[in-house]
């Protein structure tokens, strides 16, 4: 049995928009420049391609489980305008980002950004050396185990275990996850500067239920907490109130961002005392091992 899950949708599209994203770099580079005029507007950050930025937004736009997307969806999608999407629906086409089903009027991923997932996956030399020590745990754990990275406000599945049990979770290469509540996204949170998991925060505050915020919050301070004293960060019903998982952040090398291997079943097939207990110290040397493997290990 495959046990479904869908990402928590109170974070729209996993994402904020570009105009969100476009002010909030320039309101920070105002404050760091000291760059504010004074009736309180922040100037233009000139080294923005806002035009650019606008095309990259809107491929991001596209999901693994999406069928054709039309110009209204992707204006919804994007927080733009419906005449400026179309007029990067038919750029990103001319260039072979997007291909145009005439039949539908919609459009899907072109083949010239294969190119570009193909560069990045070359890069990761983790990527093979652990899919055979992330198999072997799945196989113990009868979970899933996946490597992920960070896309914005998510945490991207770049690679798949899955056990032979009966019962397992759905998610697959490709699959998102909120990054604030999921044992992945609190293991990147854990790692990375201060600085950084306060822009990354801020931005979930901007778009996430005001009721959930301070939930949230409590739910990042603890896995701060959890990363010390326990060596993982965990989601114990908090991603979604049925699945329970583990994480640890691991550094790729390659000059790249950290990435997070986690563990994850349903609850009612895996307990949180499992993993703590049988999961965690295989996932720690899991790590550790793929961290001397590609000479980032401390």
Known sequence: MVFHTTEYCSVADSAPGISMIGKRLKSKTARRNGTVARTGAVKEDRHFVEALARGLELLACFRQKDGLLGNQELARRCGLAKSTVSRLTYTLTKLGYLTHVEEAGKYALGTATLSLASAMLGRLDIRKLA?????????????????????????????????????????DTGARIQIANSASGRAYLAVISDEQREEIMEGVREVAEVSRWPALQRGVAKALLDYRSLGVCCSFGEWQKDINAIAVPVRPGGNLPPMVISCGGPAYNVSPEFLLDEVRPRLIALVTSLEASVGTAS
Do not use: K
């Open 131 to 171: 899919r055979p020590m992330m198999q072997e745990l799945a196989d113990f754990s009868r979970c899933l185990v996946s490597l992920c990275s960070r896309d914005r406000l998510s945490m991207v599945y770049v690679d798949v275990a899955r056990s032979s049990a009966a019962v397992t979770l759905s998610l």
